[in-house]
């Protein structure tokens, strides 16, 4: 496997629409490299291909063997002759020379598959044709017939009539901290057999990214499962009663499993957060760090930290509702989750208590753009879930249903929910409810030890019986190495057979920071471009501008768009063969002048998106090299297609 590549950015792209590596250049008089074809029925697209496990470089075709590529390097195609594809691992560069074509996959779709955590749900099936994975999915004893098959790939007693060439691991790997490449290399759009509700059929090859890695080999975790917990907290004039509340629930606990082996593996860390301090000087913070997460041998100082956080601010804020995503995204930001990398905590919790809700990213008050959504993506690629316990006071009635519908968004990981309103600011329910949830989270440490615990399952209920199984799959994938399956091609659904709410494999963007970096210019353009559209000549003339745009890009020697496309999706070809649908890349002149109301949300979820983006190209964590010697650019992250503009 490896590692994200520590190296500086290299500041955003030039401003193109669609600069992006797959992307062709204009045909100009200038010198320049040789550049890989275009897909057949394309103007834009490079011919890209994956090695198979053996692939060798050759000089010439033919010629004499260079060296030995690993398994599924991703190279474009400068020329094909005679059953050899000439290559090279970038569109900018001359190519490195020559491999046999029966050594290598053709890619037409630069996207990867991502398996879920299966803890919810029954692991994937892969099957050698797409109609033995429909033919499964249309059983009538699916569940039973699910179970054998399982049952036999474990035991490793497939037949060839059972059609099944490989198997989901049974513990889970996280993407954006192990990158392992399970290319997709066709899709089929179906309806699930069960529900009727669209689902993929996704035809994927895999294998672990660096060959060789033995299973067993302790890369992520430094030994047994531990838990972090962060407390987020609203210390405006109207929360001393509920953070009174939660350092009397969290003592409680504390005092129960000090000394313990339990105790020794659940640590605490503690956040405050108001409003914007320069409109209201007396708030004296808009974010603090009250205590950070670190283990402790004595969890006192995190109590008596919580404990002087009662004493909350002194002058009213602006509204009701307070920055509280700029404490979410300090906890998620700020707070040493890896603990300097020597030994990660494994279980990654944020729990959020408010009376308010949160800034909308445009209130000129909120610290940053971002966005719910957006904020929660990026925590659930960090392994962070985030829970909010919702105070519905009466003085905040005006806010509660608009808060709860940004506290819902916020507070998911994977298929569920932890949103927890308070409905009426009972305090006493409030202590209630934050008894169970810490203890709850403390039964996660317990049962991943074997022990017993203090929850009966009605107590704790599904959704946090089932993210403990999640946390502790996720942790022994990576104590353990797991590794996706070893090379194989077959079809898999993306929503698993047998439950089909739950999404069972999450096609992904394959994208370099350079691509994402001109994505991030793209958004921070039209942005600029929408907000300036008044009325309906406003909005027809948006358009205009950006095939204004589209116009003079097309004459750089870098880049090759369709300025006449219809549509901005019809410009980013790459996009319209994707299996995504984009609000904003389907919309035309025609709808996008008709309404102000619908170009609301789409600008407000252009600039969000935007600030993600700006979030992930500083993050070294999230970057890859696929190659020896990859320049900054050309690192890759696997980017989830609700992220896409």
């Known amino acids: 496997m490896i590692r994200p590549m520590n190296r500086p950015m290299t500041g955003l792209a030039v401003l193109a629409l669609a600069a992006l590596s797959w992307l062709a250049p204009a045909g100009t008089g200038h010198a320049q490299t040789a550049r890989p074809l275009l897909i057949e029925g394309t103007s834009t697209v490079f011919q890209r291909v994956l090695t198979r496990p053996g692939a060798a470089l050759h000089e010439t075709a033919g010629g004499p063997e260079l060296r030995r590529y690993p398994p599924f390097q991703p190279l474009y195609v400068?020329?094909?002759?005679?059953?050899?594809?000439?290559?090279?691992?970038?569109?900018?560069?001359?190519?490195?020379?020559?491999?046999?074509?029966?050594?290598?996959?053709?890619w037409k779709q630069n996207i990867v598959a991502a398996f879920t955590n299966p803890a919810s749900r029954q692991r994937s099936l892969m099957f050698g044709s797409a109609e033995g994975l429909r033919g499964f999915m249309e059983n009538e004893s699916l569940?039973?017939?699910?179970?054998?098959?399982?049952?036999?790939?474990?035991?490793?007693?497939?037949?060839?009539?059972?059609?099944?060439?490989?198997?989901?691991?049974?513990?889970?790997?996280?993407?954006r901290d192990t990158l392992y490449l399970m290319p997709i290399l066709d899709f089929s759009e179906e309806i699930h057999p069960l529900n009727y509700e669209p689902n993929l059929l996704l035809q994927a090859a895999s294998i672990p990214l660096e060959d060789g890695l033995p299973q067993g080999e302790n890369t992520m975790s430094g030994g047994d499962f531990d838990a972090g917990v962060v407390f987020v907290l609203d210390t405006t004039m109207s929360m001393g009663p509920f953070i009174d509340r939660t350092q009397k629930a969290l003592s409680r606990i504390v005092n129960d499993i000090e000394g313990t082996e339990v105790g020794a593996r659940i640590n605490f860390g503690a956040i405050a957060f108001r409003e914007d301090p320069e409109a209201v000087p007396g708030l004296e913070y808009r974010t603090k760090m009250l205590i950070p997460l670190e283990r402790r041998f004595v969890q006192a100082p995190v109590i008596q930290a919580i404990s002087e956080a009662t004493r909350v601010a002194t002058v009213s804020t602006i509204g009701f509702n307070e920055d509280s995503l700029?404490?979410?995204?300090?906890?998620?930001?700020?707070?040493?989750?890896?603990?300097?990398?020597?030994?990660?905590?494994?279980?990654?919790?944020?729990?959020?208590?408010?009376?308010?809700?949160?800034?909308?990213?445009?209130?000129?008050?909120?610290?940053?753009?971002?966005?719910?959504?957006?904020?929660?993506?990026?925590?659930?690629?960090?392994?962070?879930?985030?829970?909010?316990?919702?105070?519905?006071?009466?003085?905040?009635?005006?806010?509660?249903?608009?808060a709860a519908e940004q506290y819902r968004k916020l507070s998911r990981f994977g298929q569920r929910q932890f949103y927890y309103p308070i409905e009426g600011g009972s305090e006493e329910e409030f202590e209630a409810t934050v008894t169970t949830l810490i203890t709850a989270l403390t039964d996660h440490v317990r049962a991943a030890r074997g022990e017993a615990t203090v929850l009966d399952e009605a107590a704790t209920g599904e959704d946090l019986r089932a993210l403990g199984r999640e946390m502790r799959l996720a942790w022994l994938g990576a104590r353990e190495g797991t590794r996706a399956p070893d090379m194989i091609r077959g079809w898999v659904s993306e929503r698993a057979a047998e439950k089909p709410s739950a999404l069972a494999v999450e096609p992904r963007l394959l994208i370099s920071k350079n691509e994402l970096a001109t994505m991030a210019e793209l958004l921070e353009k039209?942005?600029?471009?929408?907000?300036?559209?008044?009325?309906?000549?406003?909005?027809?003339?948006?358009?205009?501008?950006?095939?204004?745009?589209?116009?003079?890009?097309?004459?750089?020697?870098?880049?090759?768009?369709?300025a006449g496309a219809e549509t901005l999706g019809g410009a980013l070809e790459y996009l319209e063969r994707l299996p995504y649908r984009s609000q904003l890349l389907q919309m035309d002149q025609q709808t996008w002048a008709q309404s102000a109301l619908r170009r609301r949300p789409i600008i407000d979820g252009m600039r969000q998106k935007l600030a993600l983006y700006r979030k992930w190209l500083y993050d070294s964590s999230v970057w890859t090299a696929l190659y020896d010697g990859a320049p900054d650019g050309d690192l890759v992250f696997a980017m989830p297609f609700d992220t896409l503009p």
């Open 526 to 562: 039209l942005v600029a471009l929408a907000e300036s559209t008044r009325d309906e000549t406003g909005a027809r003339s948006f358009f205009d501008q950006v095939q204004g745009v589209l116009a003079a890009m097309a004459q750089n020697p870098d880049t090759v768009v369709d």
């Open 326 to 402: 700029a404490g979410v995204e300090d906890a998620i930001d700020e707070i040493d989750w890896d603990q300097g990398g020597n030994d990660p905590f494994d279980g990654r919790y944020v729990i959020l208590v408010t009376d308010a809700g949160p800034n909308d990213p445009r209130d000129p008050h909120s610290r940053s753009e971002i966005g719910p959504v957006e904020l929660q993506r990026d925590a659930e690629g960090r392994n962070i879930v985030v829970m909010t316990l919702h105070l519905k006071t009466a003085s905040g009635a005006g806010t509660h249903d608009y």
């Open 143 to 175: 569940v039973d017939l699910q179970a054998r098959l399982i049952e036999k790939a474990d035991r490793g007693l497939l037949a060839p009539e059972d059609d099944v060439v490989t198997i989901e691991p049974e513990n889970f790997v996280n993407i």
């Open 78 to 106: 400068f020329a094909r002759t005679d059953g050899w594809v000439q290559v090279g691992p970038s569109p900018r560069a001359a190519a490195d020379g020559w491999v046999e074509e029966v050594r290598v996959v053709d």
